[in-house]
């Protein structure tokens, strides 16, 4: 037998064992259908969908607290039921390309969306030179799919931004906001804006928050004089503002949704994390500060898989859709060491994760992967623990007592981002690139190749 023969049978067979393991696993965790998405994970065949789901600073101290709040030690999210999971490396790189350890968002979506690490900060450019590479979502354009990007920060925000604008900083989210990409205006000869270039890339689906970075005066070029919004509706968007009129949107034209001036209002409240630990509280399921008619992210989830899938449809085409789905405040309330908002926000995805997964059970030629861009600050600490930094008890839904302790960086500052490798799960074709554990760049691969994009 040549060489080559047997190492193609030993992968073949470590995969078998692989998957009927974890099929195992999640047959006993309650899931159903194992035997058939491991039959679907398995496969080498294409992907008509891909549908990716970003637990912003979502790492397993977040999953698991999330779990032990919401459906206690022994049970199981919808995140949790994939049928194979491995774990990814998140580092960035310096301008060099030697290793920086810990990641930033943009250099992170970075490296999934395009397959080149860079360095924090930058949107889907190289670390050295400067220069944009091709991404997921330009690719797949080009190769005939329909296209969606859903978060619940602002749609300029680095996670969403990295599949729709190529900027030297993330900060330069509108046409206000140019101080750190003077190479990138639209007077430099440059894309513009992070907003203006996702208008312009005229993807099917945008649906978040940052309306006003939207709002902003376009300076140079075809659309100067006009806000971004206004610009959009010139080039054929849909502009809808709320659960409403994202539910009337229609397919046949781009869907620009903007549900909040800046981010997204999170979904549960309660306090703070605080130095000495706070009274045992349980978390309050609402928001004053939310409108009531803002969609959930599984509400947006839903209403983008609606339209992208229509659109195809309608134009009798034999590709499917790439949607990438971002809860990001699970991560924004990690540096606010709120544990409640981040709860929320964890519970809030997992149920976008549901919607995903229910889509797939329909459409078996659809891959969806869940995972994470970077790890975070929060870890479950014994209860009669006395961490030097901000903690909170909190009661979970079980009835026991929780400590969770945010001491990434001192009392007053922002909470910081971890090195840790995270949790990527996934069902579907191409499903067992995921097993082992994987460079997060791998991502792109595993995407590109199950929608065959060239």
């Known amino acids: 037998m ?13 995969l078998v064992t692989a998957t009927t393991a974890a099929v195992a696993v999640t047959s006993a965790a309650g899931a159903s259908g194992g035997k058939e998405q491991a039959r679907n994970a398995i496969q080498d065949g294409k ?54 350890y810990v990641t930033d968002s943009a250099a992170s979506g970075t490296g999934w969306a395009t397959g080149v690490k860079t360095v924090n900060g930058r949107i889907s450019k190289t670390p050295g030179t400067d220069r944009p590479v091709k991404t997921l979502l330009e690719l797949a354009q ?25 900027a030297t900083d993330r900060s330069c989210q509108g046409p206000a906001d140019m101080a750190k990409c003077p190479g990138d205006t ?15 890339h005229k993807v099917d689906v945008l649906f978040g928050g940052g309306k006003q970075r939207f709002d902003q005066t376009v300076t140079n070029g075809r659309y100067k004089g ?23 949107a229609k397919s046949g034209k781009p869907v620009l949704g903007l549900f909040a001036p800046g981010n ?6 309660g306090k703070a994390a605080a130095v000495g630990g706070t009274d045992p509280q349980r978390c309050v399921t609402s928001n004053p500060n939310r409108p009531t008619a803002t969609p959930s992210l599984a509400d947006s989830a839903t209403k983008a898989i609606q339209l992208l899938e229509a659109k195809q449809k309608a134009n009798h085409s034999k590709q499917g859709f790439f949607l990438q789905v971002e809860g990001a405040s699970i991560d924004k309330q990690d540096h606010a060491a709120d544990p409640c ?27 969806v992967v869940t995972t994470a861009d970077h790890g975070h600050t929060s870890q479950i600490v014994p209860v009669e623990a006395t961490p030097p930094g901000l903690s909170s008890t909190l009661v979970t839904d079980e009835g026991q007592q929780l400590k969770v302790n945010y001491s990434t960086n001192t009392p007053g500052q922002s909470q910081e981002h971890t090195g840790t490798e995270v949790r990527i799960a996934a069902q579907g074709p191409m499903a067992y690139r995921v097993l082992g554990v994987t460079n997060q760049t791998d991502l792109f691969t595993t995407v590109r190749e199950a929608l065959r994009l060239r």
Not at 264 to 269: A, G, L, M, R
């Open 47 to 100: 992907a008509k969908n891909v549908i990716l789901l970003i637990g912003d600073g979502m790492g397993d101290s977040e999953i698991t607290l999330a779990r032990d709040y919401t459906v206690g030690a022994d049970g199981r999210l919808n995140m949790d039921r994939f049928p194979l999971t491995g774990a990814y490396t998140t580092y960035a790189v310096h301008a060099d390309g030697t290793p920086d």
């Open 226 to 248: 006009l806000t971004v919004t206004e610009q959009a509706k010139k080039l054929g968007y849909q502009v809808v503002t709320d659960h409403a009129s994202m539910k009337a």
């Open 186 to 200: 639209v007077a430099a000869g440059g894309p513009g804006s992070i907003a203006e270039q996702e208008v312009n």
């Open 264 to 269: 997204v209002p999170t979904e549960w409240t």
């Open 2 to 14: 040549h060489r080559a023969t047997r190492r193609r049978l030993t992968v073949a067979t470590a």
């Open 341 to 367: 908002g981040q709860i929320g926000e964890t519970a809030a995805f997992d149920k976008a994760v549901k919607v995903a997964r229910a889509y797939a059970a329909k459409h078996p030629d659809t891959l």
């Open 142 to 166: 080009k190769n005939g799919y329909a296209t969606g990007d859903v978060t619940t920060a602002e749609l300029t925000d680095a996670t969403p931004a990295v599949l729709a604008a190529h």
